[in-house]
């Protein structure tokens, strides 16, 4: 079992830029993979960015060149750094954890954490 807790979120200008950050109440160093996906009203819950466990990252389209994902073991967090947010970008973020138990893997949701993108 894990517990995740995001934070972060908030109201920002379109062109701004904010950091998320998801708290892993335990050890993230064997986690197979961690991310960070969003949901906009009306749409399906999409991915945003997503680190494995060595640290190979991947992106939406929508977000490369503008968005970093980053993970910090030492401090049982995972980031997303966020620029030149458009108001497309408006969603709940949600944090995710991929960990492996023997020959399965269970995902792990936070509860999110609002992104508002507007002038």
């Known amino acids: 079992q894990v517990q995740l807790v995001e934070s972060g979120g908030g109201l920002v200008q379109p062109g701004g830029s904010l950091r998320l950050s998801c708290a892993a109440s335990r050890s993230t160093f064997s986690f197979y993979a961690m991310g960070w996906y969003r949901q906009a009203p009306g749409k399906q819950r999409e991915l945003v960015a997503q680190?494995?466990?060595?640290?190979?990252?991947n992106y939406s389209d929508s977000v490369k060149g503008r968005f970093t994902i980053s993970r910090d073991n030492a401090k049982n967090t995972m980031y997303l750094q966020m620029n030149s947010l458009k108001p497309e970008d408006t969603a709940l973020y949600y944090c995710?954890?991929?960990?492996?138990?023997?020959?399965?893997?269970?995902?792990?949701w936070g509860q999110g954490t609002q992104v508002t993108v507007s002038s």
């Open positions: 680190i494995a466990k060595s640290g190979s990252t």
């Open positions: 995710n954890a991929a960990i492996d138990y023997g020959l399965s893997r269970r995902d792990y």
